[in-house]
């Protein structure tokens, strides 16, 4: 292999690429945040970040990962005692219920395992046994970035209101926004949690919960402390109320240039429209390597999600993969989160490829040519004709 001199290249699945732009319209010194330029700049984010969601409704920020997402939408909704139902298909739907129930919450979760989406049956029958309303809350994720399914939204609140249960309706699009389409108020979503480091194509560091009327009149039955309380963020007065203090200033002119490119220049149906092409020829180039070296961990194409791609291997090839592209090529594949504990000898048969946020052809065929490459320069079996298989995939967006 030839000396690598290129900076690495992430394609795990979060956080993502971050494009140049972004990069450069966060190099500046600081602004003022009492007044001028930055004040006026955020005030444009709020509606671009509703679109991204497809919400008319309310929408508060925090600095936070993904996980201050989840407590935030939590701390806002249910307290001490009260129940929440949590769908779980994978490692992420499993954190959600965990962190609830450190809260004091009583948590109940169905278990769909982790190659299967969430069965809107069970739900509909769960909730049926529950006429009293016990059940506060039911959570879910979009997709669970750890089995690669995606779950039915649009049935699962189906399942809901044929059960006739007024449970508030979450979901978590950590990994799905702007990657997966996601129609928050046309879905009946009450509230839906994301962070800017996958999707929205920004560095780690800020979360953002939307919510709609129903969510704010949970609020009012429970009491957030003041820094998760979204009240205050979603209707300051004062622009530092927005951050409960300090502006994520830079945070945020990066996320700016990043909504450009998805709202202003691109649009969500296109946005959408690319990650469902570009992960097809993903899957195409699993398909074309073939059953013997690695198969898909979510079997039916309709289940999978746009943002990432959760892979089974032969014995040990995932590993070799992973070390080979990290070391040789600089590229980084994902680890297969939450299939084996990562001393188990089977923790080297899973790996991930994320496509989420910044992904165009040059990359996309890049990382699976590189993993193509990986295959052959450690003489792993595979079938040929894998990147053809993508770009023709491609070739026809
Ligand atoms: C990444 C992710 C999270 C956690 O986000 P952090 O920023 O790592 O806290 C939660 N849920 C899903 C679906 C994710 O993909």
Same mark, same amino acid.
């Given at each position: 292999?030839?000396?690598c001199h290129s900076p690495s290249l992430l394609a795990i699945p979060g956080p993502s690429v971050i494009p140049e732009r972004v990069l450069r319209a966060m190099h500046r010194a600081s602004p003022n945040i009492y007044h001028g330029e930055l004040i006026e700049m955020v005030d444009t984010l709020w509606p671009d970040l509703k679109a991204v969601a497809r919400t008319k409704h309310s929408l508060a %920020?925090?600095?936070?990962n993904g996980h201050g997402a989840w407590e935030a939408a939590l701390a806002n909704t249910v307290g001490p005692g009260d129940a929440i139902l949590v769908l779980v298909t994978g490692r992420f739907g499993q954190g959600w219920a965990d962190m609830a129930r450190r809260m004091g919450v009583e948590v109940e979760t169905i278990d769909f395992g982790k190659r299967s989406d969430a069965d809107p049956q069970?739900?509909?029958? @769960?909730l049926r046994q529950d006429g009293a309303g016990t059940i506060k809350a039911v959570l879910t994720v979009q997709t669970d970035t750890a089995s690669s399914v995606i779950n039915d939204v649009v049935a699962l609140r189906k399942a809901i209101d044929a059960a006739g249960h007024d449970a508030l309706f979450m979901v978590d699009c950590i990994a799905s926004l702007a990657c997966d389409r996601f129609e928050m108020d046309d879905w009946g979503v009450d509230v839906m949690v994301s962070a800017c480091q996958k999707g929205l194509m920004t560095p780690a560091g800020m979360a953002f919960v939307w919510f709609n009327d129903r969510a704010a009149t949970a609020r009012e039955r429970v009491s957030p402390s003041q820094y998760w309380d979204w009240r205050d963020r979603s209707q300051a007065q004062i622009f530092y109320q927005k951050f409960a203090g300090t502006a994520p200033t830079h945070?945020?002119?990066g996320l700016r240039e990043a909504l450009d490119m998805l709202i202003k220049e691109e649009g969500m149906e296109v946005c959408w429209a690319r990650h469902g092409r570009i992960a097809k020829a993903v899957w195409a180039a699993v398909d074309a390597w073939g059953e013997d070296c690695m198969h898909h961990n979510i079997t039916d194409p309709t289940k @999978?999600?746009?943002?990432?791609?959760a892979i089974t291997t032969a014995p040990g090839v995932a590993g070799k993969l992973r070390a080979w592209c990290e070391?040789?090529?600089? %590229?980084? %594949?994902?680890?297969? %989160?939450g299939m084996a504990e990562p001393d188990a000898p089977d923790y080297a048969n899973y790996f991930r490829i994320g496509h989420m946020g910044h992904q165009h052809p040059p990359m996309t065929l890049g990382v699976l040519a590189t993993i193509d490459l990986a295959l052959k320069a450690q003489?792993?079996?595979?079938?040929?004709?894998?990147v053809e298989a993508a770009a023709?995939?491609?070739a026809e967006f």
């Open positions: 292999m030839v000396p %920020l925090y600095i936070a069970r739900l509909e029958e @769960r945070h945020l002119y @999978r999600s746009a943002a990432v791609s070391a040789e090529a600089g %590229l980084t %594949l994902g680890i297969g %989160l003489g792993i079996g595979h079938g040929n004709g894998a023709t995939v491609l």
